[in-house]
């Protein structure tokens, strides 16, 4: 077990962390992709795994 003093802290890169639900309205994603998001990372994830996971549309159609 480590301890993290609050003096201790950097001030350096923090990594975001989305709720799948809200992700899933903003990208308007499906109830079935927000199941499987939800099924693969649980009520909260980093913006990176969202991001990379999510169904992306081609610009061009």
């Known amino acids: 077990m ?3 003093e ?3 802290l950097g001030t350096g890169a923090t990594t ?3 709720s799948v639900k809200d992700f899933s309205a903003r990208r308007r994603l499906n109830e079935d992709e927000e199941a499987r ?3 693969l ?3 909260f ?3 990176s ?3 990379h996971n999510a169904p992306r549309e081609p ?3």
């Open 16 to 18: 975001r962390v989305w």
């Open 45 to 47: 994830a980093s913006a």
């Open 37 to 39: 998001l939800l099924q």
């Open 49 to 51: 795994e969202l991001l």
């Open 41 to 43: 990372f649980g009520p």
């Open 59 to 61: 610009r061009w159609r």
């Open 2 to 4: 480590q301890r993290v």
């Open 6 to 8: 609050l003096n201790n």
